[in-house]
């Protein structure tokens, strides 16, 4: 099965959060995913672009967040990067700390990671390049009784 | 869809229909200005009603908790009251869920308020 990819450019403004959203929900519907899957894939990539347009640009007009959505066979695979200065993944706070409970902010990747199967976090000097995986329902791989 | 706001007194308590969407940007500005109007007024009984809230963001849960401790720091009482599924669910992965008192009815919620 070949892949279908599809990617945006979009600007740094909330208009881009609402967005990237929007688009999540239509991608993980077309692929299949259930209400309840859609919600948290949608609410992922809204929390990694409101990371993208106001932590990483900072709402900066000239640098632009880039959405890149592929579907395989296996997998939904969504890549949100921005071009800020790179977030240092050692200073993301666990918002489940007794410190940190009752803070007004803090609690975007914890809520990616909570909702889909991989994240992984690549900053660097050019921005931070966010990847989310959710795997395909009915797949052979994820199923426990292998057809017969 | 945008979140709307609406407030009425029963028992000393003010009650805050909310309904919407209470993420970045308008909704928690919405939810934000109207706390802050409340206690402004004295009105420090506050019970949010978000049995209409079909969905909230990391944002929104901020808003929620600055609600919440803003209402105690000024010496006042802030609840929760019918919550969807879905922000159910957010509070208890966030843990924030026993932090709140959460009421499911509305007339044992407003009873439940200090005299």
Redesign the interface.
């Known amino acids: 099965m070949s892949a279908d990819r599809v990617s945006y450019t979009l600007d740094s403004t909330?208009e881009t959060?609402n967005n990237a959203e929007e688009t999540a929900g239509r991608m993980a519907a077309e692929a299949g995913f259930d209400d309840e899957e859609i919600?948290k894939i949608s609410?992922a990539v809204?929390?990694a672009a409101?990371n993208a347009v106001?932590h990483g640009n900072a709402y900066d007009p000239s640098k632009k967040v880039t959405l890149a959505f592929e579907l395989t066979a296996q997998d939904l695979v969504i890549v949100i990067r921005d071009q800020g200065k790179g977030l240092d993944v050692s200073r993301i706070p666990d918002?489940?700390a007794a410190d940190n409970?009752?803070?007004?902010?803090g609690?975007?990747i914890?809520?990616i990671r909570?909702f889909m199967d991989e994240v992984q976090i690549h900053p660097s000097q050019t921005g931070t390049e966010l990847r989310m995986i959710k795997h395909v329902h009915g797949n052979p791989a994820d199923s426990k009784e292998a057809p017969q | 869809m945008t979140m709307k706001s609406s407030t009425r007194q029963v028992d000393g308590v003010t009650i805050v229909d909310l309904s919407g969407r209470i993420?970045?940007?308008e909704g928690s500005v919405v939810l934000r200005e109207t706390v802050r109007d409340l206690l402004s007024k004295g009105q420090k009984k506050i019970l949010l009603n978000l049995g209409e809230v079909n969905y909230i963001?990391?944002?929104g849960?901020?808003?929620l908790?600055?609600a919440f401790?803003t209402a105690k720091n000024q010496g006042g009482e802030l609840k929760l009251l019918n919550l969807t599924k879905?922000v159910h669910d957010?509070l208890q992965?966030?843990?924030?869920y026993t932090?709140f008192d959460v009421k499911d009815d509305e007339a044992v919620a407003v009873k439940s308020f200090t005299k």
């Open positions: 909330l959060v919600m609410m809204r929390e409101v106001l918002p489940l409970l009752m803070k007004t902010s609690r975007g914890f809520l909570s | 993420t970045l940007g963001d990391s944002s849960i901020g808003e908790v600055s401790t879905k957010l992965i966030t843990k924030l932090v």
